[in-house]
């Protein structure tokens, strides 16, 4: 219904706890022109808001031509001197979720594409509708939606010469405050449908050669090398988890030996149940298994020629060095692996 007191001012009356989620796609459904500006109640305008100018970052064809702008946020000043700047890449790794609010790329017109932005933005109403919310958050959705419609293509930019102030104001009831300590738990419920254990936002570059840094991640148990930082770009973290099993077995350089490193090495039928392939089981199914065989070699030559030649086919063999030899066996039999 109409506002009372503001003209061109409709107010839409919606159930207690309606949600965030919920009331902006309610918002998106009811807009009737092509663009729709998403603010708080406590954003104010100031002669630091052009929409002007960010209509015309919408319908410039530097950006149109290839990818145009879906949503345009602007730096929120007043939350980016307390908080940090809230805008950036989002960037995962072993089931974490980065936000990185330094972006690099900058084009030419002072625009920086980014993955999330703040929740406050002109976004263009055709696409806003293929956006999808989720709407069991109340509160929390702001890191969902922008991860989701990633994969719906959404092209996300900031443009810093406009602005919107906040004009934040500690009006915060007990019920209020109530409601508004749900988002954790809200959150890390939805991080975990996307397949998150937890996110970290990060309002400042690490520093891998600073160690005040460095321990304050390992305190954190974050991983030094899943933080980007300005010396080498975004590092890659190891694809999966891996382990690798080295096992040294003592052998003996007669045809005896040579035949039980055959029969370890899966060269005959028994493969499947020696008992070297068991190692493997140690480290899973992305567990790396290497051997080596440590040799005695006999004084024949003949018998030293045929340890090098197993050594070339296989690459497996370390032949070792006559004072390293153990003095001989008083036993009748020697065994022979």
Same mark, same amino acid.
């Given at each position: 219904?109409?506002?009372?007191?503001?003209?061109?001012?409709?107010?839409?009356?919606?159930?207690?706890?309606?949600?965030?989620?919920?009331?902006?796609?309610?918002?998106?459904?009811?807009?009737?022109?092509?663009?729709?500006?998403?603010?708080? #109640?406590?954003?104010? !305008?100031?002669?630091?808001?052009?929409?002007?100018?960010?209509?015309?970052?919408?319908?410039?064809?530097?950006?149109?031509?290839?990818?145009?702008?879906?949503?345009? =946020?602007?730096?929120?000043?007043?939350? +980016?001197?307390?908080?940090?700047?809230?805008?950036?890449?989002? $960037?995962?790794?072993?089931?974490?979720?980065?936000?990185?609010?330094?972006? +690099?790329?900058?084009?030419?017109?002072?625009?920086?594409?980014?993955?999330?932005?703040?929740?406050?933005?002109?976004?263009?109403?055709?696409?806003?509708?293929?956006?999808?919310?989720?709407?069991?958050?109340?509160?929390? +959705? !702001?890191?969902?939606?922008?991860?989701?419609?990633?994969?719906?293509?959404?092209?996300?930019?900031?443009?810093?010469?406009?602005?919107?102030?906040?004009?934040?104001?500690?009006?915060?009831?007990?019920?209020?405050?109530?409601?508004? +300590? $749900?988002?954790?738990?809200?959150?890390?419920?939805?991080?975990?449908?996307?397949?998150?254990?937890?996110?970290?936002?990060?309002?400042?570059?690490?520093? !891998? =050669?600073?160690?005040?840094?460095?321990?304050?991640?390992?305190?954190?148990?974050?991983?030094?090398?899943?933080?980007?930082?300005?010396?080498?770009?975004?590092?890659?973290?190891?694809?999966?988890?891996?382990?690798?099993?080295?096992?040294?077995?003592?052998?003996?350089?007669?045809?005896?030996?040579?035949?039980?490193?055959?029969?370890?090495?899966?060269?005959?039928?028994?493969?499947?149940?020696?008992?070297?392939?068991?190692?493997?089981?140690?480290?899973? #199914?992305?567990?790396?298994?290497?051997?080596?065989?440590?040799?005695?070699?006999?004084?024949?030559? !003949?018998?030293?020629?045929?340890?090098?030649?197993?050594? #070339?086919?296989?690459?497996?063999?370390?032949?070792?060095?006559?004072?390293?030899?153990?003095?001989?066996?008083?036993?009748?039999?020697?065994?022979?692996?």
């Amino acid at each position: 219904m109409p506002h009372e007191s503001v003209p061109h001012m409709t107010v839409v009356s919606v159930p207690y706890d309606f949600g965030l989620s919920r009331g902006k796609t309610l918002l998106i459904e009811m807009t009737t022109s092509e663009f729709v500006l998403v603010l708080d #109640d406590d954003f104010t !305008h100031s002669f630091h808001s052009c929409l002007e100018c960010m209509l015309w970052k919408m319908r410039s064809q530097r950006h149109s031509v290839w990818r145009p702008f879906d949503i345009l =946020g602007f730096p929120v000043q007043e939350d +980016e001197r307390i908080f940090g700047a809230f805008r950036g890449t989002l $960037r995962v790794a072993s089931h974490q979720l980065f936000l990185e609010p330094m972006a +690099e790329e900058l084009l030419p017109d002072g625009c920086l594409r980014v993955d999330i932005c703040p929740m406050v933005f002109l976004g263009r109403t055709a696409r806003m509708r293929t956006f999808q919310f989720q709407k069991d958050l109340s509160v929390g +959705e !702001h890191e969902q939606f922008f991860y989701s419609n990633a994969y719906n293509g959404a092209q996300v930019a900031v443009c810093f010469d406009s602005s919107f102030p906040h004009f934040r104001v500690n009006t915060m009831s007990a019920g209020y405050v109530k409601r508004r +300590e $749900r988002m954790p738990v809200l959150m890390a419920t939805a991080f975990k449908k996307l397949g998150f254990e937890r996110a970290m936002f990060l309002f400042r570059k690490y520093d !891998h =050669g600073n160690m005040a840094d460095y321990d304050e991640l390992l305190e954190k148990t974050v991983p030094p090398w899943y933080i980007s930082h300005d010396t080498c770009g975004p590092p890659t973290s190891p694809p999966v988890p891996f382990a690798q099993v080295l096992v040294v077995i003592f052998s003996t350089a007669d045809e005896a030996g040579q035949q039980y490193r055959q029969v370890l090495r899966g060269q005959t039928d028994a493969a499947a149940v020696v008992w070297l392939r068991k190692f493997q089981q140690l480290g899973g #199914d992305s567990a790396t298994l290497r051997w080596v065989f440590a040799v005695h070699p006999k004084s024949e030559a !003949h018998s030293a020629v045929a340890l090098q030649q197993e050594h #070339d086919l296989h690459q497996d063999l370390l032949l070792l060095p006559a004072s390293d030899r153990q003095p001989p066996s008083t036993s009748s039999s020697e065994p022979n692996t």
